[in-house]
Every structure is written in C-alpha cells, then in structure tokens.
C-alpha cells in the first residue's frame, strides 16, 4: 500500500511538473502572438518614426550601439518583412500551442516534442554563455536545460510503466 502511494505522489507531482512546462510554453506562445499582431498592426506605418518613439520612452540614447542597430532595422522594415516576421511569428506561437495542448494533456508526443523543441536551442544558449557569460543567459540555459531533463524523465516513466502515449 505504500509503494502505491509513492507511485500514486510522484505521478501527481510529474503531472503539475507537466502543467507547468504547458503554462510556460503557452506564455511563450502568447508573447509572441502578441508581439506578431504588434507587428501586423505596424504595416503602412512609419516603422522608423515608431521605433524613434520607442527608444525615446525608454531613455534610451538613439546614438547607442544596441538602439542605433533597432533604429536602423526600423528604417529597413517595409510591409513585406513586417508580413513575413508577423507570419513567422504566428507559426511560432501555434508551435508552442501545439506543445502546450500536448503537455497539459499528458500526451507522450507532447513530452517528446518539448524534450525536442528544447534541446534544439541548448548549442546556441551554451554558446551565448561561453561567449558573454553573465545571469540572464545563465538562467536560461539552466531552465531551457530543467526542461529537457524533466521531458526525458518524464518520458522514460511513461515507458517504464508501459503507459501509452
């Protein structure tokens, strides 16, 4: 009897772990939705006068190496690129929708697409961190990496307890 409440905890905190990692990926997915809707609502705009706004309200100095890089993309962005990044971005929230369903549902296809989906980005937040080492890119590797850990574990449970997918 008390193995089985052992089993029966663990599933419970694997499957909040699950819905965690389902609540991250689908705020991810929102952000960028978002972000993808500011972007289409950019289109026949002034891209450039709205990004000169935007460095002015963040007391931002335009002569800066990071805002004088967004201000000159500004000026480069016409209705074509705004199309394709909003596209883009929508395809990318759909993305961590998709995973997101899958997660919070406890689909063994979701799990696998999260170990995946995650792994995919650990070459270039590890290279990041060798590169320009500091606590925001440290965070991120360790989480991304929490992640990816957490799927496999989750994953290799599944198999060991013969449950389906």
Same mark, same amino acid.
């Given at each position: 009897m008390? @193995?089985?409440?052992? #089993? #029966?905890?663990? &599933?419970? $905190?694997? &499957?909040?772990?699950?819905?965690?990692? #389902? /609540?991250?990926? @689908?705020?991810?997915?929102?952000?960028?939705?978002?972000?993808?809707?500011?972007l289409f609502s950019l289109l026949h705009r002034d891209v450039q006068?709205?990004?000169e706004i935007l460095v002015r309200h963040a007391h931002?100095? *335009?002569? &800066?190496?990071? *805002? $004088?890089i967004f201000l000159a993309y500004a000026a480069r962005l016409d209705d074509a690129h705004l199309l394709q990044l909003a596209a883009a971005a929508l395809a990318y929230a759909a993305v961590r /929708?998709? +995973?997101?369903?899958?997660?919070?549902?406890? $689909?063994a296809w979701g799990e696998g697409f999260a170990a995946a989906s995650g792994a995919v980005y650990? *070459?270039? +937040?590890l290279h990041e961190l060798v590169h320009r080492p500091g606590w925001l890119p440290a965070s991120l590797a360790a989480l991304n990496l929490a992640v990816? @850990?957490? /799927?496999?574990?989750?994953l290799r449970r599944r198999t060991r307890a013969g449950r389906p997918g």
């Open positions: 008390h @193995a089985f409440g052992k #089993a #029966a905890g663990v &599933s419970v $905190r694997l &499957s909040q772990g699950l819905r965690a990692v #389902a /609540m991250l990926e @689908a705020a991810k997915g929102l952000i960028v939705l978002l972000t993808g809707f500011g006068h709205f990004a931002l100095n *335009p002569a &800066s190496h990071i *805002p $004088r /929708m998709v +995973e997101a369903y899958g997660l919070w549902f406890g $689909r650990l *070459p270039f +937040e990816v @850990a957490f /799927m496999i574990y989750s």
